[in-house]
């Protein structure tokens, strides 16, 4: 069984250009969330959707935007980059929510 | 709100030792409890979970109790190896709206 598969892997971006991760969930599962990590922050919601509804939202301004089509692939975009920006983005997705989400490699994005 | 507290790493021990590591947590409601791990330069994998009052999880060797009195889930291992060095991030979830909270994780390194 494929796990979550998220591309890129790497990126490296310009500040003020915009960016558009990908995430693929395991077959069936149709709840994605995304996550930003980074060192200072540690673990941080950004969004998270079901059935192509975004169902609750954490607490990052709206350059950061992400949408579900129906077959449960999510993407996430961020608009005018800035340095702060630069993190590991990971896409989890589940079957329902008390089993656990299954975690994705992450994209390491990097704005210079 | 919400929230999850690790004990402060990094944590160092040999190998064959005991490990716990600390996890408290506030929440409002009644949340399921998860342990992940992560590994240099990969996603967050499920290590064990529990979702309700007095529920004991266990994976791979490691253990942990949800404790509703002291709002705790420790996590414990009899017998650390080297490969069990990573991150451990203790997180709560509720039933609705996918959103993981996320201790700030706890760095574990095992040395032969």
């Known amino acids: 069984k494929a796990g979550v598969t998220q591309t890129p892997r790497y990126l490296i971006k310009t500040r003020g250009q915009q960016v558009t991760l990908s995430c693929s969930p395991i077959s069936g599962h149709r709840s994605v969330s995304w996550y930003q990590q980074t060192p200072g922050q540690g673990l941080q919601f950004l969004f998270e959707?079901?059935?192509?509804?975004?169902?609750n939202k954490g607490n990052f301004p709206g350059r950061f935007s992400g949408r579900q089509f129906s077959n449960s692939r999510s993407e996430m975009n961020v608009s005018t980059l800035e340095l702060g920006d630069s993190a590991l983005y990971l896409c989890?997705?589940?079957?329902?929510?008390?089993?656990?989400?299954?975690f994705g490699s992450g994209t390491r994005l990097t704005v210079v | 709100g919400d929230s999850v507290t690790q004990m402060e790493g990094p944590v160092t021990l040999s190998e064959e030792a005991f490990l716990t590591i600390n996890c408290t947590y506030t929440a409002t409601g009644y949340p399921s409890l998860f342990w992940y791990v992560q590994y240099p330069g990969e996603g967050l994998q499920l290590l064990l979970k529990a979702t309700k009052a007095d529920d004991k999880g266990s994976n791979k060797g490691f253990e942990a109790t949800y404790r509703k009195e002291t709002t705790s889930f420790h996590l414990e291992k009899g017998s650390v190896q080297v490969s069990d060095s990573a991150v451990y991030f203790c997180?709560?979830?509720?039933?609705?709206?996918?959103?993981?909270?996320f201790g700030q994780g706890t760095e574990l390194s095992v040395k032969p």
């Open positions: 959707y079901f059935s192509e509804t975004q169902r």
């Open positions: 989890a997705s589940s079957l329902r929510q008390n089993y656990g989400y299954t």
């Open positions: 997180a709560l979830i509720y039933n609705q709206g996918g959103k993981l909270i």
